[in-house]
Each structure stands twice: as C-alpha cells, then as structure tokens.
Nanobody, 124 residues
Framework: QVQLVESGGGLVQAGDSLRLSCAASGRTFSTYAMGWFRQAPGKERDFVAA????????YYADSVKGRFTISRDNAKNTVYLQMNNLKPEDTAVYYCAAKIAIALKTRSSEYNYWGQGTQVTVSS
C-alpha cells in the first residue's frame, strides 16, 4: 500500500506557473504508474497527465498538452506536475494517483491509491 501527499497548490494569476509535488510513502515507488487528475466544482474528475513507472513514457490531456509536464524522481518517491501558462480554466483540486503497473494509465478507475488533493486557483 502507498500513501500519497500532494503539495504546491495555490492562488496564481493567468500566465503564471506552479509546480505540484506528490510524495509517496514506502519503498516500492518505482513499481507504480502515476497520474494527475483534477476536479473543478460541480464537475467530474478529469485526467490531466500520466507517467509510467520508469518515467520514460508520458501522456497528457489535450487541454494541458504543451503547458504541463509530468515527471518523477524514483529516488525521492515523488512525482511532479509542472504547470506553465496557467489559465482560469485550470482552476481545480488536483489529485495524484498511483497503481502498480508497468504502463501508464489514463482512466481514474484504473488507479488504486489517491492523495487528498491540492487546490489550484488561477485568477484572470
């Protein structure tokens, strides 16, 4: 089992950048495929980005492609989401998720473990 703790959210202006971090407990972090999802008020939880367990493969939602970058440091048990050129529509609670798997996963139903979320608010 793994526990996930997100950090790095905050209130920023449109065009600014933020880097979210998700720290995982345990010594088997490198066996987990990781993902970032987000949920805006009144909306479903949407896929943002995913990375496979080695970090060699990534995938992004069209809405964030070219602006967001997912990465991981298996030595630090941490996955990151670098968010550049933020827009008001990026406002949401951001969650990281984990699943023991070789390949990356893009559907929330595929993930076993979730963090508590971190709020990102982008003002116009």
């Amino acid at each position: 089992q793994v526990q996930l703790v997100e950090s790095g959210g905050g209130l920023v202006q449109a065009g600014d950048s933020l880097r979210l971090s998700c720290a995982a407990s345990g010594r088997t972090f490198s066996t987990y495929a990781m993902g970032w999802f987000r949920q805006a008020p009144g909306k479903e939880r949407d896929f943002v980005a995913a990375i496979n367990r080695s970090g060699g493969s990534t995938y992004y939602a069209d809405s964030v492609k070219g602006r967001f970058t997912i990465s991981r440091d298996n030595a630090k048990n941490t996955v990151y989401l670098q968010m550049n050129n933020l827009k008001p529509e990026d406002t949401a609670v951001y969650y990281c998720a984990a699943k023991i798997a070789i390949a990356l996963k893009t559907r929330s139903s595929e993930y076993n473990y979730w963090g508590q979320g971190t709020q990102v608010t982008v003002s116009s």
